[in-house]
Protein backbone atom coordinates (compact mmCIF):
# COMPACT_ATOMS: atom_id res chain seq x y z
CA UNK A 1 0.00 0.00 0.00
CA UNK A 2 1.19 3.47 -0.70
CA UNK A 3 1.37 5.88 2.24
CA UNK A 4 -0.77 8.45 1.08
CA UNK A 5 0.00 10.77 4.08
CA UNK A 6 3.49 11.21 2.15
CA UNK A 7 2.15 11.57 -1.33
CA UNK A 8 1.27 14.70 -2.92
CA UNK A 9 -0.48 14.92 -6.49
CA UNK A 10 -0.08 17.73 -8.66
CA UNK A 11 -3.19 18.29 -11.08
CA UNK A 12 -2.60 20.97 -14.10
CA UNK A 13 -6.02 20.99 -15.70
CA UNK A 14 -7.47 23.86 -17.56
CA UNK A 15 -10.89 22.59 -17.12
CA UNK A 16 -12.15 23.77 -13.82
CA UNK A 17 -15.19 20.85 -13.57
CA UNK A 18 -12.34 18.40 -14.47
CA UNK A 19 -9.82 19.90 -12.12
CA UNK A 20 -12.59 20.57 -8.91
CA UNK A 21 -13.47 16.72 -9.35
CA UNK A 22 -10.72 15.04 -9.67
CA UNK A 23 -9.23 17.22 -6.48
CA UNK A 24 -11.90 16.65 -4.19
CA UNK A 25 -12.28 12.55 -5.17
CA UNK A 26 -8.43 12.41 -4.88
CA UNK A 27 -7.96 14.27 -1.80
CA UNK A 28 -11.25 12.23 0.07
CA UNK A 29 -8.58 9.52 -0.86
CA UNK A 30 -6.34 10.46 1.31
CA UNK A 31 -3.84 12.02 -1.07
CA UNK A 32 -2.92 15.79 -0.73
CA UNK A 33 -3.38 18.05 -3.64
CA UNK A 34 -1.83 21.35 -5.26
CA UNK A 35 -3.50 22.39 -8.49
CA UNK A 36 -2.48 24.00 -11.68
CA UNK A 37 -4.85 25.32 -14.26
CA UNK A 38 -1.83 26.34 -16.78
CA UNK A 39 1.68 24.64 -17.71
CA UNK A 40 3.26 27.83 -15.97
CA UNK A 41 1.45 27.38 -13.36
CA UNK A 42 2.75 23.36 -12.97
CA UNK A 43 6.52 23.99 -13.58
CA UNK A 44 6.40 26.76 -10.83
CA UNK A 45 4.36 24.67 -8.45
CA UNK A 46 6.79 21.37 -9.35
CA UNK A 47 9.81 23.33 -7.99
CA UNK A 48 7.80 24.60 -5.24
CA UNK A 49 5.57 22.02 -3.29
CA UNK A 50 8.17 19.17 -4.72
CA UNK A 51 5.21 16.65 -5.71
CA UNK A 52 5.25 12.51 -5.86
CA UNK A 53 3.12 12.40 -9.05
CA UNK A 54 1.83 14.66 -11.19
CA UNK A 55 -1.38 14.36 -13.65
CA UNK A 56 -1.16 16.97 -16.64
CA UNK A 57 -3.28 17.22 -19.11
CA UNK A 58 -2.13 17.12 -22.62
CA UNK A 59 -3.72 20.87 -23.35
CA UNK A 60 -3.01 23.52 -21.28
CA UNK A 61 -3.90 26.97 -22.36
CA UNK A 62 0.31 28.38 -22.66
CA UNK A 63 1.40 25.08 -24.17
CA UNK A 64 0.96 21.15 -24.44
CA UNK A 65 0.73 18.93 -21.65
CA UNK A 66 3.39 17.15 -23.99
CA UNK A 67 6.27 20.32 -24.09
CA UNK A 68 5.84 20.07 -20.27
CA UNK A 69 6.80 16.76 -20.18
CA UNK A 70 10.02 17.65 -22.03
CA UNK A 71 10.77 20.29 -20.02
CA UNK A 72 10.34 17.84 -17.00
CA UNK A 73 12.37 15.37 -18.54
CA UNK A 74 15.30 17.87 -19.13
CA UNK A 75 15.81 19.65 -16.00
CA UNK A 76 19.26 18.64 -14.47
CA UNK A 77 17.50 18.06 -11.19
CA UNK A 78 20.53 19.55 -9.18
CA UNK A 79 20.95 23.34 -10.02
CA UNK A 80 16.63 23.32 -11.06
CA UNK A 81 13.96 22.21 -7.78
CA UNK A 82 12.53 20.47 -10.91
CA UNK A 83 13.14 16.13 -10.07
CA UNK A 84 13.52 15.13 -13.74
CA UNK A 85 12.12 12.07 -12.58
CA UNK A 86 8.81 13.13 -11.28
CA UNK A 87 6.33 10.36 -11.85
CA UNK A 88 4.20 12.01 -14.42
CA UNK A 89 0.63 10.70 -16.22
CA UNK A 90 -0.52 12.69 -19.05
CA UNK A 91 -4.32 12.71 -19.29
CA UNK A 92 -6.32 13.90 -21.95
CA UNK A 93 -4.31 12.05 -25.02
CA UNK A 94 -5.85 10.79 -27.90
CA UNK A 95 -6.45 7.09 -28.64
CA UNK A 96 -4.16 7.06 -31.45
CA UNK A 97 -0.92 5.82 -31.47
CA UNK A 98 0.83 8.32 -33.09
CA UNK A 99 -0.40 10.81 -29.94
CA UNK A 100 0.55 7.51 -27.26
CA UNK A 101 3.54 7.12 -28.70
CA UNK A 102 4.37 11.04 -28.93
CA UNK A 103 3.68 11.37 -25.30
CA UNK A 104 6.07 8.48 -24.46
CA UNK A 105 8.51 10.10 -26.62
CA UNK A 106 8.57 12.82 -24.15
CA UNK A 107 8.71 11.18 -21.22
CA UNK A 108 4.92 10.66 -19.70
CA UNK A 109 5.03 7.30 -17.59
CA UNK A 110 1.10 6.58 -18.47
CA UNK A 111 -1.30 7.89 -20.22
CA UNK A 112 -5.24 8.33 -20.06
CA UNK A 113 -8.03 9.36 -22.71
CA UNK A 114 -11.02 11.19 -22.17
CA UNK A 115 -13.48 10.73 -20.61
CA UNK A 116 -11.39 9.85 -17.62
CA UNK A 117 -12.94 6.78 -15.25
CA UNK A 118 -11.65 7.85 -11.81
CA UNK A 119 -11.31 4.41 -10.42
CA UNK A 120 -9.33 3.41 -13.18
CA UNK A 121 -7.19 6.84 -12.98
CA UNK A 122 -6.47 6.46 -9.04
CA UNK A 123 -5.73 2.56 -9.33
CA UNK A 124 -3.19 3.68 -12.09
CA UNK A 125 -2.01 6.56 -9.89
CA UNK A 126 -1.18 4.37 -7.07
CA UNK A 127 0.53 1.67 -9.61
CA UNK A 128 2.76 4.41 -10.69
CA UNK A 129 3.62 5.34 -6.96
CA UNK A 130 4.62 2.11 -5.89
CA UNK A 131 6.67 1.34 -8.69
CA UNK A 132 8.44 4.22 -8.35
CA UNK A 133 8.81 4.14 -4.64
CA UNK A 134 12.22 2.24 -4.19
CA UNK A 135 13.31 4.58 -7.41
CA UNK A 136 13.27 7.41 -5.96
CA UNK A 137 16.52 9.46 -5.48
CA UNK A 138 15.75 11.82 -3.04
CA UNK A 139 16.88 11.30 1.12
CA UNK A 140 20.10 11.47 2.29
CA UNK A 141 23.41 11.08 0.68
CA UNK A 142 26.44 9.82 3.24
CA UNK A 143 30.10 10.19 2.12
CA UNK A 144 32.48 9.79 4.71
CA UNK A 145 31.96 12.56 7.27
CA UNK A 146 29.65 14.46 4.37
CA UNK A 147 25.86 14.57 4.38
CA UNK A 148 23.86 15.86 1.60
CA UNK A 149 20.08 16.02 2.38
CA UNK A 150 18.68 16.73 -1.16
CA UNK A 151 15.01 17.38 -0.79
CA UNK A 152 15.72 20.02 2.19
CA UNK A 153 18.80 21.24 0.01
CA UNK A 154 20.79 20.99 3.61
CA UNK A 155 25.01 19.94 3.37
CA UNK A 156 26.36 19.25 6.38
CA UNK A 157 30.01 17.91 7.73
CA UNK A 158 31.77 16.51 10.58
CA UNK A 159 28.39 17.25 12.07
CA UNK A 160 28.83 20.88 11.10
CA UNK A 161 25.54 22.98 8.82
CA UNK A 162 27.58 24.05 5.94
CA UNK A 163 26.66 27.34 4.67
CA UNK A 164 26.52 26.80 0.32
CA UNK A 165 25.40 28.71 -2.56
CA UNK A 166 23.01 27.50 -4.67
CA UNK A 167 25.90 26.21 -7.02
CA UNK A 168 28.22 25.08 -4.52
CA UNK A 169 25.19 22.46 -2.73
CA UNK A 170 24.63 21.76 -6.87
CA UNK A 171 27.95 20.80 -6.93
CA UNK A 172 28.11 18.87 -4.08
CA UNK A 173 25.10 16.67 -5.11
CA UNK A 174 26.39 15.75 -8.25
CA UNK A 175 29.91 14.92 -7.09
CA UNK A 176 28.33 13.06 -3.91
CA UNK A 177 25.80 10.80 -6.08
CA UNK A 178 29.24 9.17 -7.52
CA UNK A 179 31.89 10.19 -5.10
CA UNK A 180 35.00 8.33 -6.42
CA UNK A 181 34.28 9.19 -10.46
CA UNK A 182 35.85 11.70 -12.03
CA UNK A 183 33.18 14.19 -13.71
CA UNK A 184 34.71 16.19 -16.01
CA UNK A 185 34.87 19.58 -16.65
CA UNK A 186 32.63 19.41 -19.52
CA UNK A 187 29.92 17.32 -17.70
CA UNK A 188 30.13 19.79 -14.29
CA UNK A 189 29.22 22.89 -17.04
CA UNK A 190 26.32 21.39 -18.76
CA UNK A 191 24.80 20.07 -15.60
CA UNK A 192 24.76 22.60 -13.19
CA UNK A 193 25.52 26.01 -15.25
CA UNK A 194 23.94 24.33 -18.70
CA UNK A 195 27.13 25.79 -20.60
CA UNK A 196 27.85 23.56 -23.95
CA UNK A 197 31.82 24.50 -24.07
CA UNK A 198 34.13 24.98 -21.32
CA UNK A 199 35.85 28.10 -22.94
CA UNK A 200 37.85 29.55 -20.74
CA UNK A 201 36.13 29.89 -17.62
CA UNK A 202 36.74 30.02 -13.92
CA UNK A 203 33.62 29.85 -12.84
CA UNK A 204 33.71 25.92 -12.33
CA UNK A 205 37.10 26.13 -10.79
CA UNK A 206 36.31 28.88 -8.00
CA UNK A 207 33.09 27.18 -7.01
CA UNK A 208 34.97 24.22 -6.59
CA UNK A 209 37.75 25.72 -4.73
CA UNK A 210 35.28 27.33 -1.83
CA UNK A 211 33.42 24.07 -1.36
CA UNK A 212 36.41 22.60 -0.43
CA UNK A 213 37.51 24.83 1.87
CA UNK A 214 33.77 24.56 3.31
CA UNK A 215 33.73 20.65 3.39
CA UNK A 216 37.34 21.04 5.24
CA UNK A 217 35.87 21.81 8.62
CA UNK A 218 36.69 18.01 9.94
CA UNK A 219 39.86 17.74 8.69
CA UNK A 220 38.85 15.65 5.75
CA UNK A 221 40.22 15.72 1.70
CA UNK A 222 37.83 16.65 -0.47
CA UNK A 223 36.62 17.74 -3.97
CA UNK A 224 39.39 16.46 -5.32
CA UNK A 225 41.80 18.56 -8.77
CA UNK A 226 41.91 15.41 -11.51
CA UNK A 227 44.21 18.09 -13.79
CA UNK A 228 42.94 18.68 -17.00
CA UNK A 229 39.96 16.25 -16.69
CA UNK A 230 37.35 17.50 -13.85
CA UNK A 231 36.75 16.77 -9.85
CA UNK A 232 35.79 13.88 -7.76
CA UNK A 233 35.01 14.47 -4.14
CA UNK A 234 36.97 11.84 -2.77
CA UNK A 235 39.93 9.93 -3.74
CA UNK A 236 39.25 6.85 -1.37
CA UNK A 237 36.08 4.74 -2.08
CA UNK A 238 33.61 6.05 1.05
CA UNK A 239 30.15 4.76 2.06
CA UNK A 240 27.29 5.92 0.35
CA UNK A 241 23.85 5.91 1.41
CA UNK A 242 20.88 6.92 -0.88
CA UNK A 243 18.95 7.37 2.63
CA UNK A 244 19.20 7.15 6.23
CA UNK A 245 17.73 3.20 6.25
CA UNK A 246 19.91 2.20 3.94
CA UNK A 247 23.00 3.61 5.15
CA UNK A 248 22.14 2.28 9.11
CA UNK A 249 21.14 -1.15 6.72
CA UNK A 250 25.09 -1.21 5.57
CA UNK A 251 26.70 -0.59 8.58
Not at 58 to 72: K, N
Not at 102 to 113: C, L, P
Amino acid sequence: MINRDRSTILLAEEDEATRTFLADHLTADGFDMVVADCARDALRLMGSSFPDLALVDADLPDGSGFDLASTVRESDGVASKVDPNLPLILIGVRAGELDRVRAFERGADDVMEKPLSYRELRCRVEALLRRCERGRTGGRLRVADIEVDTAARTASAAGQVLELSAKEFALLRVLASDPTRVFTKAELLRSIWGRRTVGTTRTLDSHACRLRRKLAVGGGRYVVNVWGVGYRLVDAPALVGEDETEAQAAA
